[in-house]
Nanobody
Framework: QVQLVESGGGSVQAGGSLKLSCTFS????????MGWFRQASGKERDFIAA????????VYADSVKGRFTVSTDKGTNTMFLQMNSLKPGDTGVYYC???????????????????WGQGTQVTVYS
């Protein structure tokens, strides 16, 4: 099993920044990739960004390109999401996921992720 713990959510005014963290523990050898997904109230969970743990390849949703940056710290098994120029539409619960995903084309598919964190709330007000 892999356990994921997220942190860093909060409330921020539009145009502001937040940085989320997700640290995993457990069967680290089964984590090939990690990703961030967002679920707004009453909506489906959507892909935000992902990173391949081994080669550092990153993938972003079009809605966050140029504003969000995903990165990793292998020393602490942590993935980060730096969110800049936040908009009210970025509001939602942010979940991190992890899995043994090999192909870049599948990084945006939440069904490929085997493990999930508990989620952290991000609220952007205008």
């Amino acid at each position: 099993q892999v356990q994921l713990v997220e942190s860093g959510g909060g409330s921020v005014q539009a145009g502001g920044s937040l940085k989320l963290s997700c640290t995993f523990s457990g069967r680290a050898w089964s984590v090939f990739a990690m990703g961030w997904f967002r679920q707004a109230s009453g909506k489906e969970r959507d892909f935000i960004a992902a990173v391949s743990w081994n080669n550092g390849v990153t993938v972003y949703a079009d809605s966050v390109k140029g504003r969000f940056t995903v990165s990793t710290d292998k020393g602490t098994n942590t993935m980060f999401l730096q969110m800049n120029s936040l908009k009210p539409g970025d509001t939602g619960v942010y979940y991190c996921g992890a899995g043994d995903i090999v192909y870049q084309a599948r990084l945006s598919d939440q069904d490929e992720y085997s493990y999930w964190g508990q989620g952290t709330q991000v609220t952007v007000y205008s």
